[in-house]
Each structure stands twice: as structure tokens, then as C-alpha cells.
């Protein structure tokens, strides 16, 4: 099978943070994950915004809990697709979620096999990356196997490295990983995390968000190279200057490149990374 913009449609869920996928390209939708302030339960983007979630999280009060899409969010979101003949689902790291176990369930019970689900092994910003590159592909026609073969490379091969405010969110949500041995450290030494193979790793240790984005742009400039195909990600919790500062020194670091998206991280995933998080992604989609 030939696939097209116009004949496939590509669903992210919440954690890519990309509050309107169809704003980017008409054939991408959204099931939003779930935050929970006490008894009441917002949809992540559609009912709460990242200030009004941040401003919540400010105010104290108990802690605010996640939760995956239902299986009835999947089955209304697939019955919209049926004039797809095929729907690409780029969903959260498995590592860190179980959205994709309750889409995986949802598109086996049903009657045809229009509808493929991927575990992107990445959050936020990275899955917009890898949807983008799968996107450039259906606009000149390809097929299942060569975007298998994209999914695989961009598992292998692309980065996202982030520094945190605190430990205190990744810790209590249970998503630290491999970086567990860190939750102790001083506040004012900012851990270097990655994510590989779709879990949580520790790269380095720094002291102080000046040294941070030092090490962030050493870590890119060694990890990368300047190339037009070169494709880049920002996101931030509460850390704007922060950003502003890294995206002037990719900028300057990769001319070629191309810095594609800016984000600001939502409930769902500010939940877990909190306030003061900053990430940095990047792809190199080589034709």
C-alpha cells in the first residue's frame, strides 16, 4: 500500500506536547492523557493549559496524579479515522506510560488492520520530531516498511537530553529510571538526563543553570553535525529565558539546521519533569 498525507492520518497523544497537531498538518490528531487535581480531572491541552496547570502546581495543595487515555477516548478517536485507509499512531515511551498497551488493545479488537500503533521510545518534543520526519515521507508517498525502518533509526540515533528544576517530580511519579541513585544530590547541583531506549539516564552532574546549558551545547555540538537534515527541539517547564538562551546557542552551534519546534511542556508531562525543566531533541532524517 501506497501511503499519502491524504490517505493516512498520524495521531500523537498529550506527552508530545503539541497542543493542535491538525494546526501542523490537517491529517494529525490528538487523544489528550489525563491530570488529576483531587476529584477533579482535566483532559491534558483541551480542558487545562500549561500556565493554568503551572499556577495550580504553585498554589500547593495535594499533588496532582496522570492517567492514560481510555479505551472509549481510542475508540471515538479511531471511529473519526475511518475515512483513512491507514492511521499511524506515535505514541509515548512504554517506559513511561501505558497509552500505548490501551491502543494496542483498542486496534486489535477491531475488525480491520488499518490502524498501526508505535512505541516512539520518546516524550514530548522527540515525538513531534519523528512524526515531522514521517510526515515529510507521506507527502512524497512511501509505505509501511519504510516508515518501520525510519521508526527504527530515529529509536536508535535521535537524542534527548534535559535538565530538571528538582528531582522531587521525576522521583515521585515513579519515571526517574536509571537516575534513581540521584534523587539525594544538593539542590543546586542540576543533573544531565537523557532519555535512552525510552527510559530515564544520568549523563552528567553540573552545578548551577549557567553550567547546564554549557554542557547542553557541548553535549549537542558532539552529538550532532551541521547539516540541513539536522531537525531540533526545545521544550521547557517555567524556564523560557532558559530556552531562549539554548535556542541562540544551536542556532549559532548548527546554522544549517533546523530548529522546528519551541514548546512549553503540559500538565501531563509537568507533572512528572515540574517546574524549571529544559529539553533539548534532536534527528538527523538523512532521505
Same mark, same amino acid.
Given at each position: 500500500?501506497?501511503?499519502?498525507?491524504?490517505?493516512?492520518?498520524v495521531?500523537?497523544?498529550?506527552?508530545a506536547?503539541?497542543?493542535?497537531?491538525?494546526?501542523?498538518?490537517?491529517?494529525? %490528531?490528538?487523544?489528550? /492523557?489525563?491530570?488529576?487535581?483531587?476529584?477533579?480531572t482535566?483532559?491534558?491541552?483541551?480542558? &487545562?493549559?500549561?500556565?493554568?496547570?503551572?499556577?495550580?502546581?504553585?498554589?500547593?495543595?495535594?499533588?496532582p496524579?496522570?492517567?492514560?487515555?481510555?479505551?472509549?477516548?481510542f475508540?471515538?478517536?479511531?471511529?473519526?479515522?475511518?475515512?483513512?485507509?491507514r492511521?499511524?499512531?506515535?505514541?509515548?515511551?512504554s517506559?513511561?506510560?501505558?497509552t500505548?498497551?490501551?491502543?494496542?488493545?483498542?486496534?486489535?479488537?477491531?475488525a480491520?488492520d488499518? @490502524?498501526?500503533?508505535v512505541?516512539?521510545?520518546?516524550?514530548?518534543?522527540?515525538?513531534? &520530531?519523528?512524526?515531522?520526519?514521517?510526515q515529510?515521507?507521506?507527502?512524497? $508517498?512511501?509505505?509501511?516498511?519504510?516508515?518501520?525502518?525510519?521508526?527504527?533509526?530515529f529509536?536508535?540515533?535521535?537524542? &534527548?537530553i534535559?535538565?530538571l528544576?528538582t /528531582?522531587?517530580y521525576?522521583?515521585?511519579g515513579?519515571?526517574?529510571?536509571k537516575?534513581a541513585?540521584?534523587? +539525594?544530590?544538593l &539542590?543546586?547541583?542540576?543533573?544531565?538526563l537523557? @532519555?535512552?531506549? $525510552?527510559e530515564?539516564?544520568p549523563l %552528567?552532574r553540573?552545578?548551577?543553570?549557567?553550567k547546564?546549558l554549557?554542557?547542553?551545547?557541548r553535549?549537542?555540538?558532539?552529538?550532532?553535525r551541521d547539516?540541513?537534515? /539536522?531537525?531540533?527541539?526545545?521544550a521547557?517547564?517555567?524556564?523560557?529565558?532558559?530556552?531562549?538562551?539554548?535556542?541562540r546557542?544551536? %542556532?549559532?552551534?548548527r546554522?544549517?539546521?533546523?530548529?522546528?519546534?519551541?514548546?512549553?511542556?503540559?500538565p501531563?508531562?509537568?507533572?512528572?519533569?515540574?517546574? +524549571?525543566?529544559? +529539553?533539548?531533541?534532536?534527528?538527523e532524517?538523512?532521505?
Amino acid at each position: 500500500m501506497r501511503l499519502t498525507a491524504d490517505s493516512t492520518a498520524v495521531v500523537l497523544d498529550s506527552t508530545a506536547d503539541l497542543p493542535d497537531p491538525g494546526a501542523r498538518h490537517s491529517n494529525w %490528531r490528538l487523544v489528550p /492523557l489525563y491530570v488529576r487535581f483531587g476529584d477533579e480531572t482535566f483532559r491534558d491541552y483541551v480542558d &487545562l493549559s500549561p500556565e493554568e496547570f503551572y499556577a495550580r502546581l504553585r498554589a500547593g495543595g495535594e499533588p496532582p496524579k496522570t492517567s492514560q487515555p481510555t479505551p472509549a477516548d481510542f475508540e471515538q478517536l479511531f471511529d473519526s479515522l475511518e475515512d483513512y485507509d491507514r492511521v499511524v499512531c506515535l505514541l509515548v515511551s512504554s517506559r513511561v506510560s501505558g497509552t500505548i498497551e490501551t491502543a494496542s488493545m483498542v486496534a486489535a479488537s477491531r475488525a480491520d488492520d488499518r @490502524i498501526r500503533v508505535v512505541d516512539t521510545r520518546s516524550v514530548s518534543a522527540g515525538v513531534v &520530531l519523528l512524526a515531522d520526519a514521517v510526515q515529510r515521507r507521506l507527502e512524497h $508517498g512511501t509505505t509501511d516498511d519504510e516508515v518501520d525502518a525510519l521508526v527504527e533509526r530515529f529509536r536508535a540515533e535521535a537524542r &534527548l537530553i534535559f535538565t530538571l528544576g528538582t /528531582l522531587e517530580y521525576l522521583v515521585r511519579g515513579g519515571r526517574v529510571g536509571k537516575a534513581a541513585g540521584l534523587a +539525594g544530590q544538593l &539542590l543546586k547541583v542540576k543533573p544531565i538526563l537523557a @532519555i535512552e531506549d $525510552g527510559e530515564v539516564v544520568p549523563l %552528567r552532574r553540573v552545578r548551577g543553570r549557567t553550567k547546564a546549558l554549557a554542557e547542553f551545547e557541548r553535549l549537542f555540538a558532539e552529538g550532532s553535525r551541521d547539516s540541513e537534515n /539536522l531537525h531540533v527541539a526545545l521544550a521547557h517547564a517555567e524556564a523560557r529565558p532558559e530556552m531562549d538562551e539554548l535556542a541562540r546557542r544551536v %542556532r549559532a552551534s548548527r546554522p544549517r539546521g533546523s530548529l522546528d519546534v519551541e514548546t512549553t511542556l503540559g500538565p501531563v508531562v509537568g507533572t512528572h519533569a515540574g517546574p +524549571g525543566t529544559l +529539553g533539548l531533541f534532536w534527528f538527523e532524517d538523512r532521505p
